[in-house]
């Protein structure tokens, strides 16, 4: 039987848990992508429609959907390796 927390809970547990570990999955290569494109986190919001949330994530390194990636490869006319890189020795 699994343990329900609150909503308003999950979020702080999640960061207990996950505090002092970094992600395997780095973000790094999308600013870079977006700098190089000349591509501001502000047109992501308002041309792209990308929200604020997700953003949040991908510059925390947080867990974000494959649909999303598909999405930023899409709007940046790129390839997955522009998006994230996977970090082996973390």
Known sequence: MAI???RKWQ???HRIIRKG???MISYEPLWKTLKRKNVTTYKL???YNLSRGIL???KHNRNVNVDTIGRLCEMLDCN???VMEYRKDV
């Open 4 to 6: 329900l927390f609150p």
């Open 11 to 13: 979020y702080n547990i």
């Open 21 to 23: 570990k970094e992600s």
């Open 45 to 47: 919001i308002k041309d």
């Open 56 to 58: 949040d994530k991908l």
């Open 80 to 82: 997955v390796e522009d």
